[in-house]
């Protein structure tokens, strides 16, 4: 009996790009005010469980850094994406979306002010088609397992 060759090299691939690709997506979020504002308010909410009471937002110094912040994940996801796109079986293009989604929607820079609500609106399309696709063939599978079971199985009454 032959054992199969395992290719630890290109695990090691995948796993080297997965951890780039979600480190993308992880910084682009420290780009948003909304998520550094919740990131606050959970901080104050662990620290008033443990009795610690804080007057402020403790994380509000972060604001100062959110264009480095984007710009980092910016940086991160461009070789993400030439990596995918000499080699598309190397990463997932439905997590690849989802990352370029996240970006978008968090645009940090002043002089886009005014048209924010379409980089939210286009980045939001984005995540929303990532999820949507990740969804699909599982929602498709639960459903053909369902009608499998019902044809199978006579109905007794």
């Known amino acids: 009996m032959k054992r199969k ?31 550094c504002h919740n990131l606050c308010l959970g901080i104050i909410a662990l620290l008033s469980v443990v009795g610690i009471t804080v007057a402020g937002m403790p994380l509000l110094f972060l604001t100062q850094y959110t264009i480095y912040f984007w710009s980092i994940a910016v ?38 002010q005014p048209y924010q609500i379409a980089f939210w609106a286009i980045g939001g399309i984005l995540i929303a088609g990532s999820i949507w696709m990740f969804l699909k063939p599982r929602l498709q599978k639960n459903g053909n397992s369902k009608k499998f079971a019902s044809s199978v199985i006579p109905a007794t009454g």
Do not use: D
Request: proline fraction near 3%; charged fraction near 15%; aromatic fraction near 14%.
């Open 5 to 35: 060759a395992t290719n630890k090299s290109k695990t090691h691939k995948e796993r080297f790009l997965g951890f780039f690709s979600s480190l993308s997506g992880g910084l682009s979020f420290l780009g948003g005010w909304q998520v």
């Open 75 to 112: 940086l991160i996801l461009v070789p993400a994406l030439i990596l995918y796109w000499k080699n598309r079986k190397c990463m997932s293009a439905k997590l690849l979306l989802f990352n370029v989604g996240i970006i978008t929607a968090s645009t940090p820079f002043m002089e886009l």
